[in-house]
């Protein structure tokens, strides 16, 4: 079965996490499919902690990819901001990248 989890990363104290798609006999940081983002949970205020390729995380959803109970909450976060973003732009005022 493939699944879409998070594979630590970092140091001791310092984690960072890679969102991934893997199948799920390999090994929590092994091999993997294809990466979709990162998950910054000890990151800086005001700073990116989280970033998932949406469009590639319903493309695997779509073949069937079961995503972990964390994974779902951090897409579900990262949508909300996104659309917070989004709407808190003023209409007319250019989007700074």
Do not use: C, H
């Amino acid at each position: 079965m493939v699944v879409i989890r998070l594979s630590r990363g970092g140091s001791r104290g310092a984690p960072f996490f890679n969102i991934v798609v893997a199948d799920s006999r390999n090994r929590r940081d092994g091999r993997y499919i294809e990466r979709l983002g990162f998950y910054n949970p000890v990151g800086k205020e005001g700073a990116e902690n989280v970033r998932i390729a949406q469009d590639r995380l319903t493309f695997w959803t779509s073949k069937g990819a079961q995503m972990s109970d964390t994974v779902t909450q951090l897409a579900k976060n990262a949508a909300k901001a996104a659309v917070a973003k989004a709407s808190a732009a003023p209409a007319g005022a250019p989007v700074a990248a």
